[in-house]
């Protein structure tokens, strides 16, 4: 019987077993495997002696003062210097499995895994590449068929960003989304982000079917990557928005009728699809989407083959991301976003590599936000309602009323009810949600109320409307 373990809580007082230099987190049905092991259970009733004792290890953990860094593929850690620096890692190593990069003071340091920090018993994972001496970011560029350079810059911007951020409050994710048409490379590109930032054993998934199973997935690994999606529906969207920026799900404990836990649900994803399944505003404003271009045929080349280039070529593109990473992270303190989007964090991290890059103006964040609003845009207008006020501006220019009257009226031009709020409240408050995105297209609404609550909408920018949703990247 193994008994060499210890209990503790990170930062977010998470509970964890602590086995060697891993911790397998008390709140997830693996752990009881573990427990098993420790404690030599045995038996047809394993499992349920397992939940009980598991029970009982997570009041303990909770009780005790020990908090430590987790490690899933980054992690924040207060260096001996008492400078606040990242982890990452596991790395591969001869014969070690406990090795890190340490980025700080803009410097990449290959060091053992520091005391009082451990990695994620996470199966599924595999060590991350070895750099090389020689970084070169643009290798990469080679290996995808995204023409414009901004859109391959912030490529890079989102997997720097991915990579060294620990899934911790208040860190927040933007969710890549690749689209384009078959031949693409939008899989082979999957693969290839997934091999660099987080290599592991799982590959490129279809979505789950469930909110349950979706939240499992996010906790097997650091980034999941999701396979050839057509449409999002609400409620998924608005769990996806949740899970970028960090939430729980409250599960029933299985095999029991009254028992619960809470599931962490926070992670970065990729999607991918011939068309962009992204259909909310809200999710719109939280991603990145990048359309890549169909491959000519004469510059077609196997998979195979490009597995080859990439292998040749990936310590040296995972050395480049360790710098930039490493230069972004230094800038930051002395740095503020100019042109600030909903994700805040990510347009900071953008303003830093701006630097790095040494471009004068603010052209990635401006990338950024251009690309947040037309998606937002273009999901508002994929709507039944964004349509409908799209359609009644395009004869009426200008217009005031009540709410009911504007519900009726746009029931009369869409001659149905199908799709449309039910009651004038429903109407405001979807209006509401709409105005940023609709306001892009040159739509301007205002809210008010004397005698009545009236509603008023004119259309001021006939090009930005009529130009909705068109542009391409």
């Not at 070529?313 to 303190?333: G, Q, R, T, V, Y």
């Amino acid at each position: 019987m193994e008994n060499t373990h210890t209990l503790a809580v990170d930062n977010e007082n998470y509970p964890y077993l602590i086995v060697g230099n891993f911790v397998y987190p008390l709140s997830m049905d693996e752990s009881l495997s573990k427990i098993r092991q420790i404690y030599g259970l045995e038996g047809t009733s394993w499992r349920s002696k397992a939940m009980i004792l598991r029970e009982e290890l997570i009041e303990k953990a909770l009780e005790v003062s020990d908090v430590v860094t987790v490690i899933e593929r980054s992690g924040s850690y207060l260096s001996e210097d008492g400078h606040e620096t990242v982890l990452i890692g596991p790395v591969k190593g001869d014969g070690k499995a406990d090795l890190v990069y340490q980025l700080t003071d803009g410097e990449v340091v290959l060091r053992d895994l520091p005391e009082g920090c451990y990695f994620k018993a996470m199966p599924n994972r595999l060590p991350l590449e070895r750099a090389s001496e020689t970084p070169d970011f643009r290798a990469l560029f080679e290996l995808i068929n995204i023409q414009e350079e901004l859109e391959l810059l912030l490529l890079v911007a989102w997997m720097t960003y991915t990579l060294c951020h620990p899934k911790v409050s208040p860190n927040k994710f933007v969710l890549l989304a690749l689209t384009g048409g078959q031949g693409t490379g939008k899989t082979v590109l999957s693969t290839l982000l997934r091999d660099l930032i987080d290599p592991n054993r799982l590959g490129v998934q279809s979505f789950p079917a469930s909110e349950r199973n979706l939240t499992v997935a996010l906790q097997q690994s650091h980034v999941v990557f999701f396979d050839n999606l057509s449409f999002i529906k609400k409620v998924r969207s608005d769990f996806l928005c949740q899970a970028l920026t960090g939430a729980t799900l409250q599960s029933r404990t299985l095999f029991t009728d009254a028992g619960s836990f809470a599931m962490k649900m926070h992670s970065p994803m990729v999607l991918n699809g011939i068309s962009n399944p992204i259909t909310e505003p809200d999710l719109a404003e939280r991603s990145l989407v990048l359309k890549l271009e169909k491959i000519d045929p004469e510059e077609r080349v196997s998979d195979k083959e490009l597995q080859k280039q990439f292998r040749s070529n990936k310590a040296d593109i995972f050395a480049a991301l360790l710098d930039i990473s490493a230069e972004i992270l230094n800038l930051l303190p002395s740095i503020k976003p100019t042109k600030p989007a909903r994700m805040i964090d990510f347009s900071h991290w953008l303003a830093g590599m701006e630097k790095v890059f040494g471009f004068e103006d603010c052209e990635l964040q401006e990338a950024f936000i251009s690309r947040q609003q037309n998606e937002s845009l273009g999901a508002v207008l994929e709507t039944t309602l964004g349509a409908a006020v799209k359609d009644f501006l395009d004869r009426e220019l200008s217009w005031k009323g009540t709410p009911q009257k504007l519900l009726d009226a746009l029931r009369e031009l869409r001659k149905s009810y199908r799709g449309l709020p039910d009651q004038p409240i429903g109407l405001t408050k979807a209006l509401k949600k709409m105005q940023p995105a609709l306001e892009n297209a040159g739509i301007e609404m205002e809210f008010g109320r004397s005698k009545e609550r009236w509603i008023k909408l004119e259309l001021v920018d006939q090009w930005a409307l009529d130009s909705s949703g068109d542009e391409e990247y």
